[in-house]
C-alpha cells in the first residue's frame, strides 16, 4: 500500500491519500483528542502529540500538526500511523461494524436554524454547496457545513485544512459568498458559523 501526501493551503495541514475510501459518506472533524475518542485511527494520529486536528474526508485524512511542530518528523509517523490502519482494516470508529465504516450522525447541536419560508431559497444555496463548493474545499483537505440562513446571511463552519487555514476568510467572503449572491439573490452576505 502507498500513501499520497498533498500539501494544503493551510501550511499547518497536510493531506493524506490511501488510495482507498476513508469515509463512504460525508466527513468527520476531530479538533481534539477528546473528540477522537470515538475512532481510533484519529484517537492513534493525535498520539504523536504534535496533532492538533484530524479531519475524515471520502478517500483522505488532513492532519493538522501543533504549532511548531516540524513536518518531516511527524510525516512518517502519520503516515505510519495510517498504513497500520488500513493494512489492519480496523474499524474506523469504535463500534464499527467489520469494515470499519460506520458513519456517525451529523451534530445537529451547532444548526443556526433558517427564517420560516426560506425553504426553496435553502435548498438552493444546500444545492449550490454541495455542487460547487464541496468538491472544491474537499480538493484542498477540508469540507464546508451549512449551519443556517437568517435575514439574508447564509453561515457556515469550515472544517479539516479549512478550518483555521489563513485563507479561509477569503475563500468564504470572496469565492462562496460571491458564487451564493450570484445564483440566489436572497443572500446578503456569507459568515463563519
Sequence with gaps: MFIETETTPNPATLKFLPGRAVMPSGTRDFASPEDAEASPLAAALFDSGDVTGVFFGSDFV??????GADWSALKPQVVAVLLDHFVSQAPLFTGGDASGFTVPAEDEAEMLGDDEGTE?????????IETRVRPAVAGDGGDIRYRGFRGGVVYLQMQGACSGCPSSTATLKHGIEGLLKHYVPEVTEVRAA
Excluded: G, N, Y
Design 120 to 128: 426553496d431559497v435553502v435548498a438552493q444555496i444546500k444545492e449550490l
Design 62 to 67: 488532513s492532519v493538522t500538526a501543533a504549532p
